[in-house]
């Protein structure tokens, strides 16, 4: 199956800085990358994905990129807010069993 | 959170009990997902369902049963069996026609005394 890995585990930067995740898979069959916002105690939210069809996609202050040869992507956030603080999670489909696979999560700090 | 709803919040159950954690969707979603999630161990698929009265093993269904009788429902039942059942569960689902997109409920965090 597929296999999902995420870095940094931690990462803390101060408010206004930029902070970026970057994950890895191994299946070259997957299409379709979301990432994941966790607050505590709740819920994962959906909070941006890509297909393979694109290398970058924006959402205000998010984007993510994805470099299909190298299988690799990576969530950006610009311009961090102290309500950024959260644990991140990116995933990799397997549209033949039509399940997600998740990477470990990196919680991010955003000091003010 | 959206029209998916986990009860309840908390639940506490003794060893060798049974317990059965309720998922609800009013979404019109076919598929439905189980998770546990542990600290540092990111989000592990349980079990999940992309039609009625039939469901698919994840990567850690040991210990662990699920039924869907209804669209809107996939109960899941943490049996005795279950080595390490104190965890925080997560149950999703996916709209029609796009299952690789998953939304989630709240969670429902089993803690076993």
């Known amino acids: 199956g597929e296999n999902v890995e995420q870095h940094p585990s931690t990462l803390s930067v101060q408010e206004g800085d930029s902070a970026v995740i970057k994950c890895t898979y191994s299946?070259?069959?997957?299409?379709?990358f979301p990432w994941y916002k966790q607050e505590l105690g709740k819920g994962p939210q959906l909070i941006i994905d890509?297909?393979?069809?694109?290398g970058e996609k924006k959402d205000q202050r998010i984007a993510v990129t994805l470099n299909k040869t190298a299988k690799h992507f990576s969530l950006h956030i610009t311009e961090t807010q102290p309500e950024d603080s959260a644990v991140y999670f990116c995933?990799?489909?397997?549209?033949?069993?039509?399940?997600?696979?998740f990477g470990r999560g990196t919680q991010l700090t955003v000091w003010p | 959170d959206g029209g998916i709803t986990q009860s309840p919040k908390y639940l506490f159950r003794k060893e060798g009990q049974n317990v059965t954690l309720s998922c609800e969707q009013n979404?019109?979603?076919?598929?439905m997902y189980w998770y546990r999630q542990d600290p540092g161990q990111g989000l592990r698929l349980i079990y999940y369902?992309?039609?009625?009265?039939?469901?698919q093993k994840g990567d850690i269904a040991e210990g662990y049963s699920v039924s869907r009788e209804k669209k809107e429902s996939f109960p899941l039942t943490v049996t005795s069996a279950q080595k390490n059942p104190t965890a925080f569960y997560l149950c999703?689902?996916?709209?029609?026609?796009?299952?690789?997109?998953?939304?989630f409920g709240p969670g429902t965090r089993l803690t076993v005394l």
């Open positions: 999703a689902s996916s709209p029609p026609g796009d299952e690789t997109t998953q939304y």
């Open positions: 299946d070259s069959a997957s299409n379709y």
């Open positions: 890509i297909r393979s069809n694109v």
């Open positions: 995933a990799a489909e397997d549209s033949t069993l039509g399940r997600l696979y």
């Open positions: 979404l019109n979603h076919d598929a």
């Open positions: 369902s992309q039609i009625v009265n039939d469901f």
